[in-house]
């Protein structure tokens, strides 16, 4: 198994967040109530920062020592409530073992890139993009329909493989660890912490995407990807949402189940080349 260190680093982010503004909120108040200038009859800390009003005073005030007591206890909350985020952030994601089945046939290095390079470009730009959908539209019987499905899904997997491959790596018909973080990473602006943590994402990505463990992606591997965390209602488009929920589950580490699954269903237990 191994530990969302990500989910993990967020919610202690929103515990300090947390920390800090009861701890803000709490030095304001006293200094307020100690303040004989003041007295009862400041502006409210507590009902503005909390309810968004102007009440003056009164037992809401930041000036009363019971406003200062509910803000411990607001404060005590958000934060428990933070722990437990980060807790379950935390928790162990899906490590399948390794598959047993043989690498797929390296893909022609005269694949045409066009699909691959247009999937890029709609996954950073958020459009929706149709590999198959128009093409299904005329079909009506269902195992037909299914058959062009996969046909055209595999297509662009091979047109995706090999697009990155050109582009980030060395035109095999794989995809190396190195290749898929040098494209995913390309022209990325960011800064070094940020490119560490996109680093150590994208390592936990690819080996769930490497499903055999031989360090090469292949079409097939990609092909699941595509159906199990793409296009999940398999009607041969891909969404801006489903663009954006996708590569967040892939990221993320929570998508090892469904990519295995996505395998399995369409090439079975063991790949055949």
């Not at 909120?25 to 100690?34: E, I, V």
């Not at 200062?68 to 935390?90: C, E, R, V, W």
């Not at 093409?135 to 009506?140: D, F």
Request: aromatic share 8%; with cysteine; hydrophobic share 35%.
């Amino acid at each position: 198994m191994k530990l969302n260190l990500s989910g993990f680093a967020d919610g202690l982010s929103k515990i300090g967040k947390n920390l800090m503004e009861t701890a803000t909120f709490y030095g304001a108040s006293k200094m307020a109530l100690h303040n004989p200038s003041t007295g009862m009859y400041g502006p409210s800390v507590w009902t503005q920062g909390c309810y968004g009003g102007g009440y003056m005073g009164g037992m809401y005030s930041p000036y009363n020592n019971a406003a200062i007591g509910m803000a411990y206890q607001n404060g005590y909350a958000s934060t428990m409530a933070a722990i437990q985020s980060a807790i379950a952030g935390s928790q162990p994601v899906a490590d399948l073992p390794d598959t047993d089945a043989p690498a797929a046939s390296a893909v022609d290095a005269n694949q045409d890139t066009m699909a691959g390079a247009a999937f890029e470009v709609s996954e950073k730009t958020g459009q929706n993009f149709d590999f198959a959908k128009t093409s299904l539209e005329s079909i009506t019987d269902a195992a037909q329909k299914q058959a062009k499905y996969n046909e055209l899904t595999q297509q662009l997997a091979k047109s995706l493989l090999m697009n990155i491959d050109k582009n980030s790596g060395n035109s095999d018909g794989y995809l190396a660890l190195e290749e898929f973080i040098n494209n995913e990473m390309k022209n990325a602006n960011l800064t070094e912490e940020q490119k560490t943590q996109l680093k150590t994402k994208l390592q936990q990505a690819y080996s769930q995407l490497d499903q055999n463990g031989d360090s090469k992606v292949d079409w097939k591997e990609l092909t699941a990807m595509i159906t199990g965390l793409y296009d999940t209602n398999h009607d041969g488009e891909i969404t801006s949402e489903e663009f954006q929920a996708g590569g967040n589950n892939l990221l993320s580490g929570s998508g090892a189940s469904a990519l295995r699954t996505a395998y399995q269903n369409l090439f079975g237990n063991r790949e055949q080349s």
